[in-house]
């Protein structure tokens, strides 16, 4: 994931993308807010994630439930 900022060049994106897409990574690219509240919760979430995978925890139900439905 990279985040963008608003001083990013379209220049300094492409070259980071081609950076690490040459490492054989898959790049997914972000805005953000001043603070970099959105990369800071997407990297949270992730965090999170890889934890349970760690410990084994069985992955969530989905649910055909519309939220707000009964």
Same mark, same amino acid.
């Given at each position: 994931m990279l @985040? #963008? %900022?608003g001083? #990013? /060049?379209p220049e300094s =994106? &492409?070259? $980071?993308v081609g950076l690490f897409q040459s490492l %054989?990574?898959?790049? /997914?690219v972000?805005? !953000?807010v001043p603070g970099m509240i959105v990369a800071?919760?997407? &990297?949270? =979430? &992730? !965090?999170l994630a890889a934890d $349970?995978?760690?410990? %084994?925890s069985p992955p969530p139900?989905? @649910?055909t439930r519309r939220c707000g439905s009964a």
């Amino acid at each position: 994931m990279l @985040s #963008t %900022g608003g001083r #990013t /060049s379209p220049e300094s =994106l &492409a070259e $980071a993308v081609g950076l690490f897409q040459s490492l %054989g990574k898959q790049v /997914s690219v972000i805005g !953000d807010v001043p603070g970099m509240i959105v990369a800071r919760t997407v &990297a949270m =979430l &992730a !965090d999170l994630a890889a934890d $349970a995978v760690d410990r %084994g925890s069985p992955p969530p139900r989905t @649910s055909t439930r519309r939220c707000g439905s009964a």
